[in-house]
């Protein structure tokens, strides 16, 4: 039997390392893993060239502008990269007949600030600030063009190899701050369900290998705000540190977040596919791999 062929953009991001050591130990898969130096999503021709190549079964696009900041005075290049980049990927697997794996976000939520229960891939998006509603473009742009697509939505994400574009990861920038600050304040008012990268690339390994295609939430189950998150994370790691529980009011960004986006993974449970565990879980399995406990 021949291998599956799967080509991973944004090989050596934080998702992208680790769904390259996930995918690298099944021998039924052959791994193309490119990184920007490899391709740049925007260029059409490139896509063509360097993609044609390979001539995969499955892409998977990792690759985003995720300043959420930045992305509100810099919305032509969130767009660029985030949905129209996306299209055309969607354009080449749609004609090659591949399929087209989407990573998007829970930011595509947030408009209902009284929503406090997850949300289900049913329920209508609204995103409060540029890059949700250009990761939403994104997923309108692969639902309209391909036919085998898989969009998984996750939260916080957190990996060994922090985010190459943000530098880092919310546990890092944590334990950094206790370490140079004597007072940390963190948004208390804000719920999420941080995602360790491992987790979500086996969920990504586990999901692409069936014909299910569809849109999939696939972030930890569980939820707490960024305080309660960076409460556990001193409480594991030990760290002393005062912490200091804040509202957003009282945290100004340029982007609007929103209060809750906790995503509930149905499909997922419906097909009992989800092994998404609870996100102590993979904190703490992310500790243990960080030597930090
Ligand atoms: N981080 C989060 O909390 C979070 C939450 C929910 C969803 N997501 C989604 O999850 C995905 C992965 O996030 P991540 O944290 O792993 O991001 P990341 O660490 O920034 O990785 C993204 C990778 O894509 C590459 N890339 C950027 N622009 C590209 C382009 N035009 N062409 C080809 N490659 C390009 C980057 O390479 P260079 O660094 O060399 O440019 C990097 O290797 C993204 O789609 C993001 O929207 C993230």
Known sequence: MSKLRIAVIGANGQLGTDLIKVFSKDSDIQLFPLT???????????INQVINRIKPDIVINTAAYHRVNDCETNLEKAFLINAFAQKN???YCSQQNSVLVYISTDYVFG???KKTTPYKETDS???LNVYGLSKLTGEYFTRYICKKYFILRSSGLFGLKGSSLKGGNFVETM??????KMNVRVVNDQFLAPTYTVDLAKQIHKLIKTDSYGI???????????YTFAKEIFKITNTK???IPITSKEYYTPAKRPLYSVLGNENLKNLNLNIMPDWHIGLKNYLIEKDYI
Do not use: M, Q
């Open 36 to 46: 920007h130096k490899d391709i740049d999503i925007v260029d059409k021709n490139t």
């Open 241 to 243: 540190v005062h912490l």
């Open 216 to 226: 999939y939430h696939a972030s930890a189950l569980g939820e707490c705000s960024w």
């Open 175 to 180: 334990l950094k701050f206790a370490h140079e």
């Open 125 to 127: 998006p609204g995103p």
């Open 89 to 91: 990927l969607a354009e």
């Open 111 to 113: 408009l209902d600030r």
